[in-house]
């Protein structure tokens, strides 16, 4: 199992374009050690085919640039073809969904998805009715946290939805999200390879880290984590005004209760962090945080970064 990071940024990608924040700016003038970054997406391979973990906004450009998710002529049909079988959406944020829009081009794929987030973008949004012009154009397969799913055409991988302690985004109603399970607003996967039993945990949002996320932690061979930022009060004080990064869903990296410390002493998995948003100090290379943080074990994400299990 092949597992690339096709993106590795929070949404709105680094730089972001309407921020002028003290990375956005340096990466911009050259003066930052540091690279570009677009929006999280990971993608999941067997031999040719593929699974994408999520559908970020700057899927396009991530498919062209990955010679193994571009089409390749069969001779059933020589002009349309792709190895991307589908996709597993993680939430209902739309840096995570709207790349589903860019895969409209009347080719079938399966969407893996709660039945509370396909509600939301089957019901409340008329924009994603285009993904069901022709019969069958998109299969949408219910998960269900905890409840191990296969994907159809891989049948080499397990995938085991993981709930997550976090609420849907805020451009849901209170009236629909009173209508919805709590527990399938936010999921991370976990993800095995039955020929090595080699298995991964992506947590794209990570709100907290209770005692069972721990031993699944510990039991998994390559964890891509949630880093968007680095402490609690990091966009209040950037902007001088909004949410804290608990407020928004996201367990800041630093402090006695970050990530960083709460996972200094795990050894088995090979440590990622990934969805790291604009601000997030980490993303500069000659920062004392990106050294503490490979001082820990951890790797920062990157684009076109690689691993396999």
Known sequence: MRVKVLGSAAGGGFPQWNCACSNCSRLRQGTLKGKPRSQTQVAIGVGERWLLLDASPDLRWQIESTPELTPKPTEND????????????????????????????????????????HRILSEDNSMFRMLHRTDRQVLWQPITPGKVFEVAGMPEIRCEPV????????????????????NEAV???????????RKMLYLPSLPQLDDALMQQISNCDLLLADSAFWDNEELVRVRGSGRSAKEMGHLPVSGPDGTLERLRSATRPQKVYIHINNTNPILDEASPEFKQVKKAGFTVARDGMEFEL
């Open 78 to 117: 020589p002009a349309r073809q792709t190895p991307i079988l589908g996709a597993v959406l993680t939430c209902a944020d739309l840096d995570r969904v709207l790349g589903i829009l860019l895969l409209r081009e009347f080719q079938p794929f399966t969407i893996y998805v709660t039945d509370s987030v």
């Open 163 to 182: 709930a997550m302690a976090a609420s849907y985004p805020e451009y849901v109603s209170a009236e629909r999200r009173s209508q919805l399970a709590r």
């Open 187 to 197: 999921i991370g996967l976990r993800i095995e390879d039955t020929a090595s039993a």
